[in-house]
């Protein structure tokens, strides 16, 4: 079987935010969508004060309540672990948004643009089918589809992998098989301290934070 997921080390992320330009160039979100964002964290009481640079998004669960509440049974998870929402079968009613605890889910009314006019790119680039639905980051899923298909390998071949991941500076951003212990991810996950997040509410998250700091 294979797992899709998706490591961030938060020793190596300076906060630059290219994953969020990347994954909103790659998937033409519009103004205040952001699929992937970076929390700016400060922890710790003075003088021994820390700051965190955290990369969030949909951690596409192992048990995703977004799921479970969908009257239409829009939200699915793949064989592979990867949370899809089917916007022909979704309304707009946003339960899934309520029951996200990880804020991961947007839904666009009407559309917009960064300059309060349509440019050329994003008139290109406009999806109707994403209005007035909800949307979440896919792990680039149809790049991973793609790629598999012309014989690539998610996490090692760019073609195949999330743009955030290809996109980040300091390589703090790793995706790869779970459930392949030889993997990059299995890898990092084995030799390395590390936590995902709110995972007492037993989600399942498949998004890891590599932390070595007590």
Request: charged share 20%; with cysteine; proline share 7%.
């Amino acid at each position: 079987m294979t797992r899709w997921a998706m490591v961030a080390d938060l020793r190596r992320c300076i906060g630059c935010q290219t994953c969020t330009a990347s994954c909103r160039h790659a998937n033409a979100t519009p103004p205040g969508v952001q699929w992937r964002r970076v929390l700016d964290m400060e922890f710790g009481e003075y003088p021994d004060v820390q700051r965190a640079f955290v990369p969030v998004g949909c951690q596409h669960c192992a048990d995703p309540p977004c799921m479970d509440v969908c009257p239409t049974k829009a939200t699915t998870q793949r064989a592979d672990g990867i949370v899809a929402i089917d916007y022909d079968l979704c309304i707009g009613c946003a339960y899934c948004a309520v029951a996200c605890p990880y804020q991961a889910r947007y839904k666009t009314s009407r559309p917009l643009y960064a300059y309060g006019k349509s440019m050329e790119n994003e008139t290109r680039r406009q999806d109707d089918a994403r209005m007035a639905v909800a949307t979440k980051c896919t792990f680039c899923v149809d790049r991973i589809d793609a790629g598999l298909a012309g014989g690539k390998q998610p996490g090692v071949d760019p073609e195949a992998t999330p743009a955030c991941v290809n996109a980040c500076i300091t390589k703090a951003m790793t995706f790869g098989d779970l459930d392949d212990p030889q993997s990059n991810v299995s890898q990092l996950l084995a030799r390395t301290r590390h936590f995902r997040m709110h995972e007492e509410l037993g989600t399942g998250p498949g998004f890891y934070y590599l932390w070595d700091k007590s």
